[in-house]
């Protein structure tokens, strides 16, 4: 099984920042994406950034040119570098990993951590 411990929400004023972390930990023998997801109050779960094996970068157009996703591949650890934050922002924010526990298995599962709260407000 795999872990993800978050790390890094909290409350912030409308254009301050804040940086999320996620470490990944247990039986990984390889990881292919890591990423963030949200979810508001009343609205369904959406991804905020990916990021996969490849280096390839994927973000809502929401946050695009604001939040910036970065992976340390040696630590199994994904960032979420969160600038320019907006009341809209405000979420509870999911660390979701795509791995492989085993070099006998045949597909990635999905795991995910039990989530941060960030709240963007004054």
């Known amino acids: 099984q795999v872990q993800l411990v978050e790390s890094g929400g909290g409350s912030v004023q409308p254009g301050g920042s804040l940086r999320l972390s996620c470490a990944a930990s247990g039986r990984i023998f390889s990881i292919n994406a890591m990423g963030w997801y949200r979810q508001a109050p009343g609205k369904e779960r959406e991804l905020a950034a990916n990021?996969?094996?490849?280096?390839?970068?994927i973000y809502a157009d929401s946050v695009k040119g604001r939040f910036t996703i970065s992976r340390d591949n040696a630590k199994n650890t994904v960032y979420l570098q969160m600038d320019s934050l907006k009341p809209e922002d405000t979420a509870v924010y999911y660390c979701?990993?795509?791995?492989?526990?085993?070099?006998?298995?045949?597909?990635?599962?999905?795991?995910w951590g039990q989530g941060t709260q960030v709240t963007v407000s004054s």
């Open positions: 990021v996969i094996s490849s280096g390839r970068i």
């Open positions: 979701k990993t795509q791995a492989r526990s085993s070099p006998f298995s045949s597909s990635w599962d999905d795991y």
